[in-house]
């Protein structure tokens, strides 16, 4: 009897194609180690999160985890289910609360507190007007957790104005940073003794990481995963499997002249940024 061909599922994609690349790689003793470890991932939750600034780490991070282990964790100040939408918050100095109950929203299940959450070999930190909320409120919960648990981790990283949870935590000073460019002014208030990089896509500086706005999150995680792991094999396999070209340049953000951030180089093509990874 014939079985119909089974479909070619992303699974399938990255299993089948990882083994014809890894060959052609060279990687270093750090990265070979790494393949084995199981890398256990705490990202934070908010009211008012960025859904990008999550979601599209995650793809990334759970295609890889297809052939190199690792766990999540979702935390937040309280487990259960968090919304993207924002609460009511001041987002003009001098202007009343703007209610944002009509925009649409999805929610995440924050599988851990702050107190709960599990060791952690890499945190990171999203973006979203839920930050603003925090700084309205005084909020200083992920500021505490990123202290509680800043020398045990291996990476901590970033995206959009997240940072701006890192800047207030005091783990930035004297570090090179960038944030999202639209909200360039209000983030970078908050890190006088942080070296922010106003042209960057991302920056590291040691075991830091961050990304300029939203989708630069997803970037920045393909030179993070490939900096861990080495690029050549599953990582750029990956990309090409859920079709997305990276920006690969981090010391060029173009989205910096877009919203006129000062120090950005006008000067720049603002194209031929991004290709498929490999061609």
Known sequence: M????????????????????????????????????????????????????????FEILQSVSAYYPQTISFIASQTGSITSRAPPHVMVPGQPPVNLDHLISVSLTATHTFAT??????????????????????????????????????????????????????????????????????????????????????????????????AAGMDMTYAFLSKVYGRVGVVDNVMNAIEYAPHTDPKWDPFSVVWDVPGADPKRSLESCVKPVGF
């Open 2 to 57: 014939l079985f119909p061909k089974p479909p070619l599922t992303l699974l399938t994609l990255l299993l089948t194609t990882a083994d014809l690349t890894l060959s052609t790689s060279s990687p270093s003793p750090s990265q070979l180690s790494n393949r084995s470890k199981k890398f256990s991932i705490g990202i934070v939750l908010f009211p008012g999160f960025e859904p990008l600034d999550v979601i599209g780490p």
């Open 117 to 214: 959450a599990p060791p952690l070999d890499i945190l990171l930190i999203p973006g979203g007007m839920g930050n603003m909320v925090l700084v309205e409120n005084n909020d200083t919960s992920i500021e505490s957790f990123i202290n509680s648990r800043y020398k045990s981790l291996s990476y901590l990283l970033s995206v959009c104005t997240g940072s701006v949870s890192l800047a207030r935590s005091g783990v930035l000073k004297n570090k090179k940073a960038t944030t999202n460019k639209s909200f360039w002014g209000w983030v970078t208030q908050f890190g006088k003794d942080v070296k922010w990089v106003p042209a960057a896509r991302w920056t590291q500086d040691g075991k830091i990481w961050t990304s300029s706005g939203v």
